[in-house]
């Protein structure tokens, strides 16, 4: 089955600076790949995904790479606000299987 | 539209008891899915229904879960007996997909919180 690796496990930075978060993938049959994002006591939510086509998909501040020879893909923030405080899960497959989730607290 | 919805939203159970979670997916969509989400961790597959069907059971504990969606819309998950280990938040998710290389977003429900004591 799918193996998800994901890095850092948490993640802190200066408001305005930009984090970027990592995944590998063990299954080449795999060809989505969604990022979700989970605040305290609530419930995933999905922020972008990129599906095996294509390479790069971008929505504002929120970018994601996917390098399908290398198995892994990953999710760049730019201009990160304290908002963006959370758990973000990176998953893949069709019945998703995610990777352990990056803490990323933004400071102001 | 409306969204997943789930129920209890909390659950406080003593070990060995029995325990059942509900879940109703958006209207039409066609694959359910039950993830259980232990603190710290990402969301863990447990099982996946297309239509009325089951997909994907492999890490569903059978000596103990049950899962079973009639009619192809509503969906429970049963616990009998639960164990300590058992305690997390139990997701729901549904999304509009088929099998066969559909992928679509998956549309989470709020969860419900299991303590087992």
């Known amino acids: 089955g799918e193996n998800v690796e994901q890095h850092p496990s948490t993640l802190s930075v200066q408001e305005g600076d930009s984090a970027v978060i990592k995944c590998t993938y063990s299954d080449s049959a795999s060809n989505y790949f969604p990022w979700y994002k989970q605040e305290l006591g609530k419930r995933p939510q999905l922020i972008i995904d990129i599906r095996s086509n294509v390479g790069e998909k971008k929505d504002q501040r929120i970018a994601v790479t996917l390098n399908k020879t290398a198995k892994h893909f990953s999710l760049h923030i730019t201009e990160t606000q304290p908002e963006d405080s959370a758990v973000y899960f990176c998953a893949a497959g069709y019945a998703l299987n995610f990777g352990k989730g990056t803490s990323l607290l933004v400071t102001p | 539209e409306a969204g997943v919805a789930q129920s209890p939203r909390y659950k406080i159970i003593e070990k060995r008891q029995s325990v059942a979670f509900w879940c109703n997916p958006i209207s039409g969509h066609a694959t359910l899915y039950w993830y259980q989400q232990i603190l710290g961790q990402g969301p863990k597959l447990l099982i996946q229904f297309q239509n009325n069907g089951v997909v994907d059971d492999s890490q569903l504990p059978k000596d103990r879960f049950s899962a079973e969606r009639l009619k192809g819309v509503d969906s429970t998950l049963k616990i009998q007996p639960a164990k300590l280990e058992d305690s997390a938040v139990y997701l729901c998710?549904?999304?509009?997909?088929?099998?066969?290389?559909?992928?679509?977003?998956?549309?989470f429900g709020p969860g419900t919180r299991l303590t087992v004591l």
């Open positions: 998710a549904s999304s509009p997909g088929t099998s066969g290389g559909a992928y679509n977003e998956q549309f």
